[in-house]
């Protein structure tokens, strides 16, 4: 590993653009869980249908509000880990040069300092209207919001229209802004580092085909075998905590 790593670091040395593309791996070793290992993925225990749906959600308000709130304890509980550190102290000392696009909903890059963070699949603690007020005829937002008894799925007080955690759920697109930029730091950056991730939801999994078709070297980070190991030019088979503060060095 340590010498994968050092042949790759001059790549990224000479690399005026870096993207970065992370996923729930990236944030295992502040115990997190992630979501599809065998073991302790989150899609282990529950079906990502029943709970990450906006079908799931109109079947059971309670369960899947419950299922996002246990989330939301869990990561308040935890800390960034030594690689979220990293990537946001080599921004410091590299300004504008590091780009991090993200899949995860947790903050926790955010948390570890990392500006202008590309979030493509929402924010766990930020909420959003599932529907918008009909009776009044008015924007979502201009709902007022009642939380009829702490612990259930707040409802408007005026139409009843429920709440929802602002993440993207199976089935919907990710907000348009954040994956526009997220591929033009694809395509402008001469290296793409993939941390984290299994490469099995679209289109997150696609920015690294089309950084390396940009002309990108692409570097996967990962413990395990990805279905985006074919893109890579290099293999760093470790875990991100470890890694990244020595891919990250300079
Ligand atoms: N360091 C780096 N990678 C790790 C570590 C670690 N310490 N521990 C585990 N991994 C890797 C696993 O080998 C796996 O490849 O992290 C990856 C996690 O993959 P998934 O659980 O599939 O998570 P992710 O790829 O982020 O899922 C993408 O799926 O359910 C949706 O919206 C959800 O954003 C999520 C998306």
């Not at 993440?167 to 941390?195: I, K, N, S, Y």
Request: aromatic fraction near 6%; charge should be negative.
């Amino acid at each position: 590993l340590a010498a994968a790593i050092d042949q790759v670091r001059p790549w990224l040395q000479s690399a005026g653009r870096i993207a970065m593309l992370t996923g729930a791996g990236v944030s295992a070793e502040s115990g997190v869980p992630t979501f599809r290992d065998a073991q302790t993925g989150l899609w282990a225990h529950d079906r990502p249908e029943d709970l990450a749906t906006e079908e799931g959600y109109r079947a059971n308000p309670q369960r899947v509000w419950d299922w996002y709130q246990m989330r939301r304890e869990m990561v308040r509980a935890v800390r960034p880990n030594a690689g979220h550190i990293a990537v946001a102290e080599f921004q410091a000392r590299h300004p504008e040069r590091l780009t991090v696009i993200t899949q995860n909903v947790d903050g926790l890059h955010e948390a570890a300092g990392s500006p202008g963070v590309l979030a493509l699949h929402g924010n766990l603690f930020a909420d959003a209207w599932l529907d918008g007020c009909a009776l009044a005829r008015r924007p979502a937002d201009a709902c007022p919001v009642s939380w009829a008894e702490p612990g259930h799925p707040p409802r408007c007080a005026q139409c009843g229209s429920l709440v929802r955690p602002a993440v993207v759920w199976f089935g919907e697109g990710l907000p348009v802004d954040t994956l526009a930029a997220a591929q033009a730091a694809a395509h402008a950056c001469e290296v793409m580092l993939v941390v984290g991730t299994s490469g099995q939801v679209w289109p997150a999994a696609g920015l690294a085909g089309s950084a390396r078709r940009a002309g990108a070297k692409v570097i996967v980070v990962n413990p395990e075998a990805t279905a985006l190991d074919d893109e890579a030019d290099a293999l760093l088979r470790g875990p991100s905590a470890t890694v990244l503060p020595r891919l990250l060095d300079f």
